[in-house]
């Protein structure tokens, strides 16, 4: 019997579902009266004892042991004959552990959609198909090797691994598109290196690092957004909206939040931890061991008690100073990006860098000053939508929600402090409504 599904890191794939299936088909010819075995799923570990219902579930949503080649814990002998070119390590022998964690985050992005009776209703995927189909191309261009017979490398690592040392050490877009080309003449023929900067970005965007571009009036009068997107004179005092040949005098760029929150819940790790601050955090009185121990906090679930009550529903706080991106003081320029801090975690997760929401860098080359609020603009009617919910699936429960969010504090020094409090008594954008409901 061929294991080799064991290892393959797509449990989306029909290979993976099938092998599923022969296992089950094997187990149920030596199971007890009350149909239970143990489970050899990468979370019970044969440790536990569940139903042959449940055990396929678990298989399927966890993943199976990859070192549990001979079944001796369910009736197999313990030298079994395994056919030549079967063992598992064979089948993916470029997969190293960034490799397995890139599978892993893929899986948990795109969610399960396998049909196993009953349980069914456990696993229904909202996903709209044109977002399942970005998903099977992303699986398609993992498993794919960068050239034929490569064994280290496949057509996504390969990327993302090059745009890793792109940002790392600063090259400018015209040298790595000049490093593609070679290395695409280099590479055997048929190799699946992109030649242009445009496919390396349209393939990240299918991973969901994609962001907007929002032309800015230049005096920041307004943003080029909604109603103003195809206008070329700014509304209100008149001005070109570009420098010359499509060229705008500024460019926001705007990061979606909602696509990112749902991830965070397409991943039964991180939709665990996001439950910590009410379902883990130890409660003590007269001590401050987490946010949520605070008045504010506590004010906040008491005026909303709704949005309180699901432990799912995200607080973040709302942060953003200036700095210079030249790295030196001799030029004067201040761009001022916008971060949203998620508060559900735990505090050790809270503070990582890797939980921060970049949502918009605002360009310089001046601080935005009393406009700030012109370019908070996208953000505050996300944040509108986010307050009313969203559909979201919960891959910790197995079962889908509704999405709520909310800001519900500011964290900044005393020079953006200023400009949050201008905030409060500006009417531009109609602002006032926003933190009005989303500040305590």
């Known amino acids: 019997m061929d294991r080799s599904w064991i290892s393959n890191p797509d449990r989306l794939s029909a290979e993976y579902e099938n092998g599923v299936g022969e296992f089950v088909t094997f187990?149920?010819?030596?199971?007890?009266?009350?149909g239970l075995k143990?489970?050899?799923?990468?979370?019970?570990m044969n440790r536990e004892v569940h139903h042959i219902d449940s055990v396929r579930y678990h298989l399927l949503i966890y993943g199976f042991l990859k070192d549990y080649i001979h079944w001796t814990e369910h009736g197999e002998q313990s030298n079994p004959q395994v056919p030549l070119g079967s063992p598992i390590q064979d089948t993916h022998p470029c997969m190293n552990k960034q490799d397995e964690e890139m599978a892993e985050a893929l899986r948990d992005a795109a969610g399960h959609a396998y049909?196993?009776?009953?349980?069914?209703?456990?696993?229904s995927d909202i996903r709209p198909p044109a977002e399942q189909a970005r998903y099977d191309k992303l699986f398609e261009e993992f498993h794919n090797p960068l050239y034929d017979d490569c064994m280290k490398f496949s057509a996504l690592t390969f990327i993302v691994?090059?745009?890793?040392?792109?940002?790392?050490?600063k090259w400018s877009d015209r040298s790595f598109v000049a490093l593609l080309k070679l290395l695409h003449e280099a590479l055997p023929v048929g190799n699946r290196c992109p030649m242009t900067y445009y496919e390396t970005r349209k393939l990240l965007c299918?991973?969901?690092?994609?962001?907007?571009?929002?032309?800015v009036f230049k005096h920041d009068c307004t943003l080029f957004y909604n109603e103003h997107k195809d206008d070329d004179f700014c509304p209100i005092c008149g001005m070109s909206r570009y420098v010359q040949k499509k060229i705008p005098h500024k460019r926001l760029r705007y990061f979606l939040i909602t696509p990112r929150l749902k991830r965070l819940y397409s991943s039964k790790h991180t939709a665990r931890a996001m439950r910590w601050h009410k379902e883990q955090?130890?409660?003590?009185?007269?001590k401050l061991r987490h946010l949520a121990d605070e008045e504010a906090w506590k004010k906040f679930d008491s005026l909303y008690p709704e949005f309180a009550g699901d432990p799912r529903s995200v607080r973040m706080g709302l942060a953003s100073d200036g700095f210079n991106p030249f790295s030196h003081m001799s030029t004067s320029y201040s761009m001022w990006p916008v971060i949203l801090i998620l508060y559900n975690l735990p505090p050790w997760l809270t503070m990582h860098r890797s939980n921060y929401l970049l949502s918009l860098l605002i360009p310089g080359p001046k601080s935005p000053g009393k406009d700030f609020d012109v370019f908070l603009r996208p953000?505050?009617?996300?944040?509108?939508?986010?307050?009313?919910?969203?559909?979201?699936?919960?891959?910790?429960?197995?079962?889908?929600?509704?999405?709520?969010?909310?800001?519900?504090?500011?964290?900044?020094?005393?020079?953006?402090?200023?400009?949050?409090?201008?905030?409060?008594?500006?009417r531009k954008a109609g602002l006032s409504y926003m933190l009005r409901r989303y500040t305590v």
């Open 161 to 169: 691994k090059l745009m890793n040392v792109k940002v790392l050490y």
């Open 38 to 44: 143990k489970c050899p799923c990468n979370r019970c």
């Open 281 to 286: 955090r130890l409660e003590e009185d007269g």
């Open 115 to 123: 049909d196993i009776g009953s349980s069914s209703d456990l696993l």
């Open 27 to 34: 187990v149920r010819g030596s199971l007890d009266v009350q």
């Open 206 to 215: 299918d991973v969901g690092l994609e962001y907007e571009h929002i032309d």
């Open 379 to 426: 953000l505050i009617e996300e944040l509108k939508v986010l307050w009313d919910g969203v559909q979201s699936f919960d891959s910790y429960q197995h079962a889908s929600f509704t999405l709520r969010a909310s800001v519900i504090w500011t964290v900044s020094d005393f020079p953006a402090f200023c400009l949050f409090i201008w905030l409060e008594y500006s």
